[in-house]
C-alpha cells in the first residue's frame, strides 16, 4: 500500500487496538521491503521518540509500506 493508505490504516488499527496492546506493543508505518523495513524497526527501537509516521519515508524506495506492530522492549 502507498504512504496514505498506510496511514489511514494505522490510524484504524490504532482506534481498534486495547490500551494494554498499546502499552506493550509499537505499531508503526514501515517499508514493505523487508531489508528496509529491518533498518528502519532497528532504528526505531534504539530511540522511538526521534520517529514520527513520515519518519519511515527515508527508509523507503518504492512508496509501498505496510503497518506491523512489534513488543516494546522493557525499560
Do not use: G, Q, R, W
Not at 496511514?7 to 494494554?20: F, I, R
Not at 532497528?42 to 530511540?47: A, G, L, P, T
Amino acid at each position: 500500500m502507498n504512504y496514505k493508505e498506510a496511514l489511514k490504516h494505522k490510524k484504524e488499527a490504532l482506534e481498534a487496538a486495547d490500551e494494554s496492546l498499546l502499552k506493550l506493543y509499537h505499531i508503526v508505518i514501515t517499508p514493505a521491503n523487508t531489508d528496509e523495513s529491518y533498518k528502519h524497526i532497528e532504528d526505531f527501537s534504539k530511540d522511538p521518540e526521534k520517529f514520527d509516521d513520515e519518519s519511515c519515508k527515508k527508509y523507503c524506495t518504492d512508496d509501498e509500506y505496510e503497518v506491523v506492530s512489534f513488543k516494546k522492549k522493557a525499560d
